[in-house]
């Protein structure tokens, strides 16, 4: 299953309205007074006539808007919500979208929140078809373009960053992302299962056709046992001191159609407390909330919901758990919509964003996707506040901004322009791999002005080693930049941990992968930098595939080149979604540029 399971609900949706069109309607599932199991009979073979050649080729416009419009008709009715979540896992398994258990599972977990955003979004049957089959069936605007407002007060002069006076202070900062513990998680299990997730109790047990899940985790698609995440924090605790630490998020397995609100609290919880335990009591860590945290996955309401639907019951936890490294005014804004802000030090200060508001997989924001919970607008005045009293600012979150809605990403980079001053690093994670997005100013794409960090993932999911990274950053003093100086990235070597002397290590220990500033061949890790090294990417592949192979943690099985190469430079050239001026010159294509974002949101 893809992570954003909505893309599953949605190919579901449209396909129930088949279903509720071809059958006798008004009846609920199970068996009521009035349905006979002949009338459900008649539904199963209306939806198996359909079989796997079923494609959206098959789908007219006129046929699209009447489906829809049952569908709209029949939520309508409560007695038909049963009806509607039956026909969704019917429409599941005959589009042979996943396993038949876990088409069950996930609709069933889905169900209640899908639908209750459907009902209460504007979105009409002309608008719903105008994204399935394109603007010639409908024009959708739920998610038009929107816009933040800027203080009226001038940009202050740009004055390029220089490197820091040797022996000038530097913060050393741990980056944590993606840990993706997955609790049942076993050992011997099939690492080639048919479920999404495999390496698990649930999988098949190998067999000579199929690879063992390894000890201290699997190249496959398969997340971690604890005991690689507890393994992981002994060695960091080893490898300080730290001045703080950078937490993005993902906490939960990627079974995303199994979790339960209790699940996904124990775990936060787990892992919390692990870190504070490995960590100790004097290193502040700061957290941001990611995709995979709340349950059904993406499943992030704005505050304007109340009551059971809304997201209290994970931010309560959070900032019950999170107390000991915050301040209560940040943990005000983190009970209200999962973002806060916070002075690390005198001189330098945090935001944490909560990403899923610009996430197109929260079907929430079908509801309304301008500027939710006002985060943006948040964000305007805080960097304002900052740049009046001098201040930098750091910037965390889970998605990075090239990957979210595109009004919301366009209002980013627009703020990111014109605070470039002020906002001197952006800490991202969430694609599992180890990139970067640039930031260029808004006139004429030219000039550097700023970087999101992208950073690889402690979860192996999927093909991967365990990872985590270490920022360098100019340290306090006055007139500290602030900026990211260099940095480092850590891995476990599977092979290595689990075959060592035939056996698995016992204590298997973290290794360095590489430095920047010498794998790359770097003085400084500016924004001039990294644009200058995107040119040599392009003029040398050898450079490249460098950087492909630290890209995948050192286990990589195939070069990237051709079309593969020129998405991927395209992807790092733009901080902001859908910009084909900035992918014309490689001679990327709105499609490919599409397609390769498509994957980076499967995580």
């Not at 954003?4 to 509720?20: E, K, Q, R």
């Not at 610009?358 to 509801?367: D, S």
């Amino acid at each position: 299953m893809k992570p954003a399971a909505l893309g599953v609900c949605t190919v579901c949706f449209l396909y129930l309205g088949f279903v509720l069109f071809s059958s006798r309607g008004g009846t609920a599932y199970p068996l009521v007074d009035g349905e006979t199991a002949e009338d459900r009979v008649k539904i199963v073979e209306a939806v198996a006539k359909l079989k796997v050649g079923y494609g959206w080729r098959n789908l007219t416009c006129p046929l699209c808007k009447a489906l829809f419009t049952i569908l709209d008709v029949a939520l309508l009715s409560e007695v038909n919500e049963e009806r509607v979540a039956w026909a969704m896992v019917e429409a599941c398994v005959k589009l042979r979208l996943a396993e038949e258990q876990v088409c069950r599972e996930i609709i069933e977990l889905f169900r209640d929140d899908v639908i209750r955003a459907l009902q209460e979004s504007y979105l009409w049957p002309s608008e719903a078809c105008g994204i399935l089959l394109g603007p010639s069936c409908g024009h959708f605007d739920i998610y038009a373009p929107w816009n933040v407002t800027l203080p009226q007060v001038p940009k202050p002069p740009i004055t390029p960053p220089s490197p820091p006076k040797p022996g000038s202070p530097q913060n050393r900062v741990l980056f944590l992302t993606d840990v993706h513990w997955d609790k049942d998680y076993a050992e011997g299990s099939s690492a080639d299962c048919k479920e999404p997730l495999c390496c698990r109790n649930a999988s098949d047990h190998s067999t000579w056709h199929h690879r063992a899940a390894g000890y201290w985790g699997t190249y496959s698609k398969c997340d971690l046992p604890l005991r690689t995440v507890e393994n992981m924090l002994e060695n960091v605790a080893k490898a300080g001191p730290w001045d703080w630490v950078y937490w993005t998020g993902d906490i939960p397995a990627h079974n995303v159609w199994a979790q339960t609100r209790s699940q996904q609290l124990l775990e936060l919880v787990t892992i919390t407390r692990l870190i504070q335990k490995h960590l100790g009591p004097n290193i502040t860590v700061y957290p941001a909330v990611g995709n995979h945290e709340s349950t059904p996955v993406n499943s992030f309401p704005p505050p304007f919901v109340h009551g059971n639907r809304s997201s209290s019951w994970l931010y309560d936890t959070m900032a019950e758990e999170w107390a000991p490294w915050l301040p209560e005014q940040a943990l005000q804004t983190l009970r209200r919509a999962g973002f806060y802000t916070v002075q690390i030090q005198p001189g330098l200060r945090l935001v944490s964003l909560n990403m899923n508001f610009c996430a197109r997989e929260n079907f929430w924001l079908m509801v309304n996707s301008t500027d939710p919970a006002d985060q943006l607008q948040w964000l305007v005045g805080i960097l304002q506040e900052a740049e009046n009293k001098g201040e930098k600012v750091h910037i965390i979150g889970h998605i990075p901004p090239g990957l979210c809605l595109k009004s919301w990403s366009w209002n980013y980079y627009h703020i990111i322009n014109r605070y470039e001053s002020t906002v001197t690093g952006q800490f991202f994670g969430h694609t599992h791999v180890d990139e970067f997005q640039m930031f260029y100013d808004e006139e004429t794409l030219t000039r550097p002005l700023g970087v999101a960090f992208i950073a690889p993932s402690v979860t192996t999911y999927i093909n991967l080693n365990p990872g985590y990274r270490v920022y360098y950053v100019d340290g306090q003093y006055p007139g500290s930049s602030h900026l990211v100086l260099d940095h480092e990235t850590y891995i476990l070597n599977l092979t290595q941990a689990n075959n060592h002397s035939r056996s698995p290590d016992p204590n298997p220990k973290w290794s360095l992968l590489y430095r920047a500033t010498e794998a790359y061949g770097l003085s400084t890790l500016f924004p001039v930098d990294w644009d200058g090294l995107l040119k040599t990417f392009q003029a040398d592949d050898r450079v490249f595939q460098r950087f492909w192979y630290l890209y995948h943690k050192g286990h990589v099985s195939e070069p990237c080149r051709d079309a593969c190469k020129t998405t991927t430079i395209c992807f790092l050239r733009s901080g902001r979604y859908d910009d084909p001026r900035q992918c014309a010159q490689l001679g990327v294509g709105g499609q490919e540029i599409a397609r390769a974002i498509k994957k980076k949101t499967l995580c």
